[in-house]
């Protein structure tokens, strides 16, 4: 049976985003995103801030890192990947990254009011 890999986050840049392009000429844009829920402690409501390690690639890369700042409130849709890489003593360490398909700017104060984009909209919009 096959699964689905599909992640929907609502939350916050946390900082601005890093934009680079790789020896293949490929664009990669990532940032932390925070998630926060209010979850009920004993009676008390209590604020809990999950981070997320965001990417995007490609023309979405390229789009986003001219809109996107810290503070922003986001919309995105994406797939969770987990990989492994060896840190500087040599141990293995692993990493879980959203892969952003979309996003959509959240808030009042945006400057494109909730722009959306998507790698086939971006697509359509070069033709």
Avoid at 7 to 28: C, S
Wanted: aromatic share 8%.
């Amino acid at each position: 049976m096959p699964g689905i890999n599909k992640v929907i986050l609502v939350g916050y840049l946390g900082e601005d985003p890093d934009f680079k392009v790789l020896p293949d000429d490929t664009a990669v844009l990532s940032f932390p995103l925070a998630t926060i829920e209010t979850v009920n402690k004993n009676g008390a409501k209590v604020e809990q801030t999950e981070w997320h390690n965001i990417v995007m690639l490609r023309s979405l890369a390229s789009a986003a890192a001219q809109v996107l700042k810290k503070g922003k409130l986001l919309y995105l849709e994406g797939k969770c990947r987990t990989r492994t890489f060896e840190d500087n003593e040599r141990v293995k360490r692993y990493i879980t990254e959203i892969f952003v398909e979309s996003f959509k700017i959240l808030g009042a104060n945006n400057d494109l009011q909730e722009e959306s984009l998507t790698n086939e909209q971006l697509h359509l919009l070069k033709k």
